[in-house]
C-alpha cells in the first residue's frame, strides 16, 4: 500500500525560506516519477515541480529559480526547497508519486500523471 506522508514548516514572511519533505512506504522510491502539486484557494491544482528516477527535474515557470526539487533514494525522501516566497506561493502542497518514466517531458507537471497523493501540507506566505 502507497503512503506519502509530507511535512514542514507551513508559516512564513515574504521572501523567506521553506523546507518541505514527503516520505513515502510501499513504493520501489528509485524508479518512481514524483512530484510536488499546490492548489491555492479557489484555484485548480498545479504542478510546481517533478524529478523523474533519472533525476530530470521540471520546474513551473513561477518558481524556477526560487524552489528546488530533490529527493533522497536511500531515505525514501522527497524534498522541496522554497527560496525568496511570495506572497502567491501560499496553497495547500500535496507530494505524488507514479511508477510511469516520462521521458522528462511536461507531462510530469500534470495532475493526471500521478495516481499517488500525499494528505497535504499548508504553506502560507505572509507579509
Known amino acids: 500500500q502507497v503512503q506519502l506522508m509530507e511535512s514542514g514548516e507551513t508559516s512564513v514572511q515574504t521572501g523567506g525560506s521553506l523546507r518541505l519533505s514527503c516520505r513515502a512506504t510501499?513504493?520501489?522510491?528509485?524508479?518512481?516519477?514524483l512530484g510536488w502539486f499546490r492548489q491555492p484557494p479557489g484555484k485548480e491544482r498545479e504542478g510546481v515541480a517533478s524529478?523523474?528516477?533519472?533525476?530530470?527535474?521540471r520546474y513551473m515557470d513561477s518558481v524556477k529559480g526560487r524552489f528546488t526539487i530533490s529527493k533522497d533514494n536511500a531515505k525514501n525522501t522527497l524534498m522541496l526547497q522554497l527560496d525568496s516566497l511570495k506572497s502567491e506561493d501560499t496553497a495547500m502542497y500535496y507530494c505524488?508519486?507514479?511508477?510511469?518514466?516520462?521521458?522528462?517531458?511536461?507531462?510530469?507537471?500534470?495532475?493526471?500523471?500521478?495516481?499517488?497523493w500525499g494528505q497535504g501540507t499548508q504553506v502560507t506566505v505572509s507579509s
Open positions: 524529478i523523474e528516477a533519472d533525476g530530470v527535474r
Open positions: 510501499g513504493i520501489t522510491f528509485s524508479t518512481y516519477s
Open positions: 505524488a508519486a507514479d511508477p510511469r518514466y516520462y521521458g522528462g517531458s511536461w507531462q510530469t507537471l500534470l495532475p493526471t500523471s500521478y495516481n499517488s
